[in-house]
């Protein structure tokens, strides 16, 4: 069935580094990729989204782009802040009646100073 | 953006207690879905709620657990019936936006003893 693996945390940087969380999903269709973020005690946020292939989502820094010859979403900043500690999900929208959304597990980032 | 709003934020509940969930939204939307998100764990899709249907539920979640209300296209609750320690979970109301991506509620945190 459609599922979404995601890169296992807890991912433990230190600031300015570069970070790489890998996402991959099964190959049905043409879905929507997204990431969202969770900040401590908060709710879920879109992050960046793509929707076809070779498009690349950007925001606050982070960028991923759409691989569909490697079905991959990986995400990836150039220098983490501390701020950016936080939980990552990478979510797939097959489409089709439901439209819902499948979660990957999550990555826990923590970024030291 | 949507603006959705949850209540309860947290609450802690008595075994066997039941406990129901409100999320209202900014704006009418068609299809509104409940997830839980368990300690450590990622999103799992509870149920969809469409307004004027009865709600379609997920594989290992039924209607006498988990009952949803979906009385118009801005409010919906979900109640959590006969909890157990193991109901222990953030539950998130969140809708779908034209573009594609769902928003979520801030969630409500539920801790049953």
């Known amino acids: 069935g459609d599922s979404v693996t995601q890169m296992e945390g807890p991912v433990t940087l230190s600031e300015e580094a570069f970070l790489t969380i890998n996402c991959t999903y099964t190959a049905t269709g043409y879905p929507s990729l997204f990431w969202y973020v969770q900040y401590p005690g908060e709710g879920l946020q879109l992050l960046l989204k793509a929707t076809k292939a070779d498009d690349k989502g950007s925001n606050k820094g982070f960028e991923a782009t759409y691989r569909k010859e490697t079905t991959s979403f990986h995400l990836e900043k150039g220098s983490v802040q501390v701020s950016d500690s936080a939980v990552y999900f990478c979510?797939?929208?097959?489409?089709?009646?439901?439209?819902?959304?499948?979660f990957g597990t999550g990555t826990l980032l923590a970024v030291q100073p | 953006s949507a603006v959705i709003s949850q209540k309860p934020s947290r609450d802690i509940c008595q075994r066997g207690t039941s406990l129901t969930i409100q999320c209202q939204v900014d704006?009418?939307?068609?299809?509104m879905f409940w997830y839980r998100q368990q300690p450590g764990q990622s999103l799992t899709l509870i149920a969809t709620?469409?307004?004027?249907?009865?709600?379609?539920?997920e594989s290992g979640f039924v209607i006498d657990k988990f009952p949803i209300s979906r009385p118009n296209l801005t409010f919906s609750t979900l109640t959590v019936s006969n909890m157990s320690p193991e109901d222990s979970s953030i539950y998130l109301c969140?809708?779908?936006?034209?573009?594609?991506?769902?928003?979520f509620g801030e969630g409500s945190r539920l801790t049953v003893l």
């Open positions: 979510a797939v929208n097959y489409g089709g009646a439901t439209n819902k959304l499948i």
């Open positions: 704006s009418q939307v068609t299809m």
């Open positions: 709620a469409n307004q004027g249907s009865e709600a379609t539920y």
């Open positions: 969140s809708v779908r936006q034209n573009t594609g991506e769902l928003f």
